[in-house]
């Protein structure tokens, strides 16, 4: 009994009774004509963009010879052969290879295009490059399902599936739409939103938080507008949705009060401005210097590099010491300690002198020197100067400044007193029962 030749050797047996024909030589001659013109007008594209616009990073040039790289190509081919099939189309002459390359070529342009304006608007992350393998993929698999002609028999098998919701009903493949036409609309929101973003925060005009709260703005609404628009055109019932919305709104809100709170508290810090990007701050034991506003948080970044997270909430509820809210300049004060051995007036001069050598330490206000008190151990002094860079570190500045006083005061021969107590022995007294008091022998020598 004869068995049934397999898919590969039945299509080799096809592709070999084709490559014996005239019309699969010519149709394969216009195929590689199509590939080398593709190729010759992708490099003369890119030389010509090279040279008008310069290849620096960044630069127009840089930005459309990388594009020209990967869409002229495919682009060319398609069209040149999208050209070559309708013509012979028209003479009634085979085109069937012609129009397949054409059609995955015009395809691929396509992918390349999509994934490349995502590329250019929206943040570099791990959800763009999700979003990039799973556009990539779904189409070309969509293109693939489209070339061997399994798209009508698989679209109604899944238009047969039914799927209840309630009174209604929908189909897996209104589900699919839904879902691919939503997605659709909400990727165009976000890339919109994106480059609305930076337009708006290279505008030298506003503040940076009035800059911060405006492009947030911009992005929700364009994200919400996007997810009804979608909605409406896949034929969902707007206004049932908006019950279903308030009902859910009332429930969620309970639940989700401190995340709202810290929404609400965004767009507070930015519409007052109290704390800026920049901005130098103090939230108890977390000083840095604020890297990024967000919706929810700020980031803070400490001298170690390390960024917290801290919600915007608490940046309204606590008290906050912003160090560059007013005026940059801020005031440090360097507690010191002489002995009363040492001449506090030469002392005084030695720690203006000190500041005077800092190159951080202002020159107006001019720094100050006092004395505080006599306390129990020594004098107590005072070093008070002003700073212009608080981002820079406030501890490094009187880190140097004590290195510089301790080798003054060593020249001068001061000294810095260390807690001292004097401990004096008296004789003690035996108390015994009656109230009378004798004073205690005095100790025998051994």
């Given amino acids: 009994m004869a068995t049934e030749p397999s898919l590969a050797a039945r299509l080799l047996d096809e592709v070999a009774g084709r490559a014996q024909s005239a019309e699969y030589w010519w149709q394969l001659g216009i195929i590689l004509l199509a590939v080398a013109l593709a190729w010759a007008m992708r490099r003369a594209v890119i030389r010509s963009f090279a040279r008008a616009a ?12 990388e594009l020209s790289s990967r869409l002229v190509f495919p682009a060319v081919l398609g069209l040149g052969c999208q050209i070559a099939a309708t013509v012979l189309a028209r003479l009634d002459l085979p085109q069937g290879a012609i129009a397949t390359v054409a059609v995955i070529a015009l395809a691929f342009t396509g992918i390349r295009l999509l994934i490349e304006l995502l590329k250019r608007g929206l943040r570099p992350g791990p959800l763009l490059v999700a979003t990039e393998h799973v556009l990539a993929w ?36 209104d589900a699919l739409r839904i879902v691919a036409t939503l997605l659709a609309f909400l990727l165009v929101a976000a890339w919109l939103g994106a ?29 919400v507008l996007a997810a009804l628009v979608a909605l409406d055109l ?15 709104g009332i429930g969620l809100g309970f639940g989700l009060q401190r995340i709202a709170a810290n929404y609400i508290s965004g767009f507070i810090l930015v519409g007052d401005r109290s704390i800026r990007q920049g901005d130098v701050i103090t939230i108890g034991e977390r000083f840095g210097v604020v890297r990024e506003l ?10 170690d590099g390390v960024d917290t997270l801290i919600p915007n909430e608490n940046l309204i509820s606590s008290e906050v010491i912003n160090w560059s809210y007013g005026d940059r300049a801020i005031r440090l004060k360097l507690p010191l300690r002489i002995s009363y051995r ?13 500041a005077g050598r800092h190159p951080r330490v202002l020159k107006e206000p001019k720094p100050a020197s006092r004395v505080i008190a006599f306390g129990d151990n020594g004098i107590e002094l005072e070093l008070r100067f002003w700073i212009m860079d608080p ?36 004789d003690g007294w035996n108390l015994r029962p009656g109230g009378s008091d004798t004073p205690a022998p005095a100790p025998s020598a051994r």
């Fill in 294 to 303: 967000r919706a929810r948080y700020v980031v803070v970044r400490d001298r």
């Fill in 54 to 65: 310069g290849t620096q990073p960044g630069s127009a040039g840089e930005i459309l010879a």
């Fill in 195 to 223: 480059l609305a973003t930076r337009g708006i925060m290279a505008s030298e005009q506003l503040s940076i938080g009035l800059r911060v709260g405006i492009s947030k703005v911009v992005r929700l609404l364009l994200l």
């Fill in 391 to 426: 981002e820079d570190g406030i501890f490094n500045v009187r880190s140097d400044l004590h290195l510089t006083i301790w080798d003054l005061f060593r020249e001068a021969g001061f000294t810095i007193p260390y807690p001292q107590r004097d401990l004096h022995l008296r």
């Fill in 342 to 354: 040492d001449d506090p007036h030469a002392a005084l001069r030695l720690l203006l002198e000190a």
């Fill in 234 to 248: 896949v034929g969902v019932d707007l206004a049932g949705l908006a019950i279903f919305s308030g009902a859910l």
């Fill in 138 to 173: 779904g189409l070309s698999l969509l293109v693939a399902v489209y070339v061997l002609g399994w798209l009508e028999p698989i679209t109604a098998a899944l238009d047969s599936i039914a799927l209840p919701l309630g009174e209604k009903s929908f189909s897996l493949l």
